[in-house]
């Protein structure tokens, strides 16, 4: 026993005293200087700041939205003529599809060129020379105050009527005129509805209306696009025997009869009532009227 315990002693002296951390204290990297502090630019001085500062976090934030802002405009800007060229062949189309010439793989563009654009004064009826037909906004031209009127009586909802538009002449292979497409736009329950009417050389019978923009319901007022709804125009009257404007869309046929009848959309009333109501509008004396009679007596 006693050699155990001079063992033990022996051991114990050889360890020396017990470690501390104050015999032995952890290195600490020293603050920046002042000096260092001014020496850096202000984007090193931002990026230092801790991910967490507020003022980091808002002015990232701010920076983020600007960059996105400034590519939002560019692609915006850049666009804009294929979005104009699209606008236009799209107004095309429909020009195209309401005369009955549209098919499957057609040349939209060569079928066009056998319209005959005109600017029409809803007034007279007569067509003026005062613009250029394939440069003349109808759009713009009911905004203008100078081109322009409020209504009083607005049964189509649109405010303001332009005093001229943009018609379109189709004539046959002998060059007599087959029909005439007329611009239409009015309210519906959500939204204005813009489309073309065409009508036959008789300025009497409706071959077709078709609308291009709309925000109506899908399945319900978004059915104006439906062809089986679309076909129940064609070879509708607009005037009576007696010249009474006659056409109506409504549940039942008008006293006039069904030939002045166009069935309303079912579950869709208030989309219904707004093509009624804009029809019935362009097709009065207050529309395009004045230039059909020139139509109906054979000016054209």
């Known amino acids: 026993m006693p050699d155990i315990d001079k063992q033990e002693q022996g051991q114990e002296q050889n360890q020396g005293p017990d470690f501390t951390p104050?015999?032995?204290?952890?290195?600490?990297?020293?603050?920046?200087?002042?000096?260092?502090?001014?020496?850096?630019?202000?984007i090193r001085r931002f990026l230092d700041t801790p991910a967490d500062n507020t003022a980091k976090t808002v002015t990232v934030a701010l920076l983020l939205c600007l960059v996105a802002s400034m590519v939002v405009s560019a692609a915006a800007v850049s666009l804009r003529p294929l979005q104009e060229k699209n606008a236009a062949l799209d107004k095309q189309v429909n020009i195209v599809q309401v005369a009955g010439l549209y098919e499957d793989g057609v040349d939209v563009a060569e079928v066009f060129r056998s319209f005959e654009p005109h600017v029409l004064e809803l007034a007279t009826g007569a067509f003026t020379d005062r613009f250029d037909p394939y440069q003349f906004d109808d759009r713009a031209?009911?905004?203008?105050?100078?081109?322009?009127?409020?209504?009083d009586d607005d049964p189509a909802g649109i405010r303001r009527q332009a005093e001229y538009v943009t018609v379109y002449l189709l004539r046959d292979e002998s060059g007599a005129l087959d029909k005439v497409i007329l611009p239409v736009y009015g309210y519906g329950l959500w939204s204005t509805l813009y489309g073309f009417i065409a009508v036959e050389e008789d300025g009497n019978t409706i071959y077709g209306l078709q609308f291009y923009e709309h925000a109506e319901t899908p399945g319900l007022g978004a059915e104006v696009d439906n062809p089986r709804w679309k076909a129940l125009w064609r070879d509708k009257k607009l005037r009576d025997g007696e010249g009474n404007l006659a056409i109506t869309v409504a549940k039942t046929p008008p006293p006039a009869g069904r030939d002045h009848f166009v069935d309303a959309l079912s579950g869709a009333t208030l989309t219904s009532r707004g093509v009624d109501n804009l029809v019935r509008f362009w097709m009065s004396e207050r529309g395009f009227e004045p230039f059909l009679e020139r139509v109906r007596a054979g000016e054209l």
Not at 22 to 37: G, I
Not at 142 to 148: C, G, N, R
């Open 141 to 151: 031209a009911a905004e203008d105050m100078t081109l322009s009127a409020p209504l």
């Open 22 to 42: 104050e015999m032995n204290p952890p290195v600490r990297e020293e603050a920046p200087s002042r000096a260092e502090t001014i020496r850096k630019g202000p």
